[in-house]
């Protein structure tokens, strides 16, 4: 079965940094492109990144651009999302979720940007 | 970016009732649209994928139509469970957007 698990959320004040993981199961992680989706409290979804197989190539939602970086490391089986200079609009859920239709998503973790 | 406008906002409904969902796009997307259901404090789950294509584990009362910029979510017999939720999402042109959201709720 197909298992995603999200971490690293938590309170941070605007300006500063936050470093989520996804950490996959029950499936090859390496042959499926991921992503980030985010949800604002109250809000509708909100795509905010893709990353390919390999990790050689990324694209971003132009609100994230310059300030949120997506890597993985598939021999972890894990993805990552490094936000910096966070804003207080940042503050949401934050999935990680695979595919390019998102086939499988994971509980999802809280980030509050707020001082 | 690729516009998804979902209509309509909030959809009232009875069990048993056979409900229609739209999704239109600001331009064309040939078919890769998906569908999502979101129950609150849980993540959304896939529905149909490909405009049509039903994700395996979905119950077949859910079914997708649609090409180009028309795009229709239609449950054939509304069940207690399926009071949530519905984004429809383009994966058709980066960035990836998603509707705004159709809340199915009890008449």
């Known amino acids: 079965e197909m298992h995603l698990v999200e971490s690293g959320g938590g309170l941070v004040q605007p300006g500063g940094s936050l470093r989520l993981s996804c950490v996959a199961s029950?499936?090859?992680?390496?042959?499926?492109?991921m992503n980030w989706v985010r949800q604002a409290p109250g809000k509708g979804l909100e795509w905010i990144s893709n990353?390919?197989?390999?990790?050689?190539?990324?694209h971003s939602a132009e609100s994230v651009k310059g300030r949120f970086t997506t890597s993985r490391d598939n021999a972890k089986n894990s993805l990552y999302l490094q936000m910096d200079n966070v804003r207080v609009e940042d503050t949401a859920v934050y999935y990680c979720?695979?595919?390019?239709?998102?086939?499988?998503w994971g509980q999802g973790t809280l980030v509050t940007v707020s001082s | 970016d690729i516009q998804m406008t979902q209509s309509p906002f909030t959809l009232s409904a009875s069990v048993g009732d056979s409900v229609t969902l739209t999704c239109r796009a600001s331009?064309?997307?040939?078919?890769?649209l998906a569908w999502y259901q979101q129950k609150p404090g849980k993540a959304p789950n896939l529905l149909i994928y490909?405009?049509?294509n039903l994700e395996t584990g979905v119950p077949l009362r859910f079914s997708g139509s649609g090409s180009g910029t028309e795009f229709t979510l239609t449950i054939s017999s509304l069940q207690p469970d399926d009071f949530a939720t519905y984004y429809c999402?383009?994966?058709?042109?980066?960035?990836?957007?998603f509707g705004q959201g159709t809340k199915v709720d009890f008449k």
């Open positions: 029950g499936f090859t992680f390496s042959s499926h492109e």
């Open positions: 979720a695979s595919g390019i239709y998102f086939q499988q």
């Open positions: 999402q383009q994966y058709n042109t980066y960035p990836w957007t």
């Open positions: 490909k405009a049509s």
């Open positions: 990353i390919s197989y390999s990790g050689l190539s990324t």
């Open positions: 331009q064309s997307i040939r078919t890769l």
